[in-house]
């Protein structure tokens, strides 16, 4: 069992940043996977960006390539999001997520644990 709880949202204007933390605790963050997704309202969750277990690898949606850096710490079981460039359209729910030696899918039915989710606003 792993237990993940984001934090670092809020409100922010166009153009500004944010840094999205994901705590993990249970299992060996190590081994994991880690996602990150967003549901906006009336929207289906979707695929933000994923860091490999072995922490080589990173993969981000187009929307957000050249904006959002996913990273993590093993050292202190936690992935981060940071969040630069935004725009109205980021509005939305971020949840994390995590695969135990997960190829850095894409799909929401891939990953096994999810947090609880933390609110992005961006205001224009």
């Known amino acids: 069992q792993v237990q993940l709880v984001e934090s670092g949202g809020g409100l922010v204007q166009a153009g500004g940043s944010l840094r999205l933390s994901c705590a993990a605790s249970?299992?060996?963050?190590?081994?994991?996977?880690m996602g990150w997704f967003r549901q906006a309202p009336g929207k289906e969750r979707e695929f933000v960006t994923a860091?490999?277990?072995?922490?080589?690898?990173?993969y981000y949606a187009d929307s957000v390539k050249g904006r959002f850096t996913i990273s993590r710490d093993n050292a202190k079981s936690t992935v981060y999001l940071q969040m630069n460039s935004l725009k109205p359209e980021d509005t939305a729910v971020y949840y994390c997520?995590?695969?135990?030696?997960?190829?850095?899918?894409?799909?929401?039915?891939?990953?096994?644990?999810w947090g609880q989710g933390t609110q992005v606003t961006v205001s224009s």
């Open positions: 997520a995590a695969d135990r030696y997960g190829p850095g899918s894409a799909s929401l039915s891939d990953y096994d644990y």
């Open positions: 249970g299992r060996t963050f190590s081994a994991y996977t």
């Open positions: 860091i490999r277990w072995t922490g080589g690898s990173t």
